[in-house]
């Protein structure tokens, strides 16, 4: 049986991004997004281990630049369409240059917007913080 070795929750979200090991030379789409992570939509890939740079554009136009470390990745197979949809990796973040509250504002949006989407009805709130571990961001990036 396989884990999940992935820290905090992801969430599906739909965000430019630039990525390159010397400059930001290839393009892709940020599929989804945690604290601690995320997945890029990409025919581009690096190999595991790989430190990236990498500059995500917010809906508000605001750039996240950053490094991140290459976790895994998948390449699609045309001749199996029904077990891989999108080529990608997975990134895990090492450390932020600029925007860095952008980066938490967008995850703890996310998270609440998915907290309102699962409340039971009859008005009765759902219990949890909506915090997904982005104010412990600042301790573990600095």
């Avoid at 281990?49 to 750039?63: R, V």
């Avoid at 699962?118 to 949890?128: V, Y």
Wanted: some cysteine; aromatic content about 10%.
């Amino acid at each position: 049986m396989a884990t999940d070795s992935r820290w905090g929750k992801r969430f599906r979200t739909s965000l430019t991004i630039r990525f390159g090991v010397n400059g930001l030379s290839d393009s892709g789409v940020v599929h989804d997004i945690s604290a601690f992570g995320f997945f890029i939509m990409t025919s581009n890939l690096y190999p595991d281990g790989t430190l990236l740079k990498i500059q995500i554009m917010t809906p508000e136009k605001e750039h996240i630049s950053l490094e991140g470390t290459v976790q895994w990745s998948v390449k699609k197979r045309d001749n199996v369409k029904w077990l891989i949809k999108d080529s990608g990796m997975g990134i895990k973040i090492k450390r932020f240059h600029a925007g860095q509250e952008h980066y938490e504002n967008i995850c703890q949006l996310l998270c609440q917007k998915k907290a309102k989407k699962n409340q039971p009805a009859g008005g009765t709130k759902a219990t949890g913080s909506p915090a997904t571990g982005t104010r412990f961001l600042g301790k573990l990036f600095s």
